[in-house]
């Protein structure tokens, strides 16, 4: 719900900065040389956060945390500084999501704790640039294509508190687990200009993920492996863009 709220913002501040440019001729090009900032919208992984926040509201420790993913690589909404010469567009992006909830256990009549509670945070950064050859395909509408490179770091804290009259912890334990990925694939999109200032649009792309080693720390120090395994994921994306050009 709070992220479906921040987009909402983000998108109407770019609707409010751009409307004066919408009176404005409306030709797609002034110059050979563009530049401006962007907003994407990621769908998938939207819903896939949006879960995420759902499962870990409704979620204690008298059940799975179902639904609840770990180190996933979601960046739902990023920012990008497109720059067009001529038919080429060089946009590089960088998209930031962060999580926290709580795993609640039960309490007796005064509140305090009677069994483990859990606490847990993550962040996921994307960062990339695409190179795209575009294409005026009709009036304002125009295309583009081209390849997208980047890296997505991934961290997850795990905290575990004890019941105060619980005397087999000492104290509470964490567990940080970390990863970064790479991703390569192609995007296709297109952009309706508004003006020569605007333009509102949607793209699809196709990423090859190749997923980092995953580094646990835990405290108080436990026995046994501190790594996880590498592996590698193809993945569909689908994304709404506005643009705002100088």
Known sequence: M?????????????????A????????????????GIGVALDLGSAAMTQETQ??????????PPV??????????????????????????????YSYSYDLNGSQDSTGVPTSETEDVSGT????????????????????YIGPRIGIVTNSVEFG???????????????????????FVGVTLGGEYFFSSGFSLGAEAGFEYLSL??????????????????????FQTKEAIVARVYF
């Open 2 to 18: 709070r992220y479906t709220h921040i987009t909402s913002l983000v998108f109407l501040s770019i609707v409010v900065v751009a």
């Open 20 to 35: 004066p440019l919408w009176a404005q001729d409306s030709t797609t090009q002034k110059s050979d040389f563009r530049i």
């Open 54 to 63: 759902l499962a870990g509201a409704n979620t204690n420790l008298n059940g």
């Open 67 to 96: 639904g609840i993913p770990l180190l996933y690589p979601a960046a739902p909404l990023t920012f990008s500084i497109p720059m067009r010469f001529g038919h080429f567009m060089i946009e590089p992006e960088i998209g930031i």
């Open 124 to 143: 996921s950064i994307r960062a990339g640039i695409g190179l795209y050859y575009t294409q005026q395909i009709a009036g304002n509408l125009s295309a």
């Open 160 to 182: 575990s508190h004890p019941p105060p009259a619980d005397t087999q912890f000492e104290k509470s334990a964490t567990a940080q687990l970390s990863r970064t990925d790479f």
């Open 212 to 233: 980092g080693n995953t580094t646990i720390t835990e405290t108080p120090v436990v026995s046994g492996s501190q790594g996880g395994t590498t592996g590698h994921s």
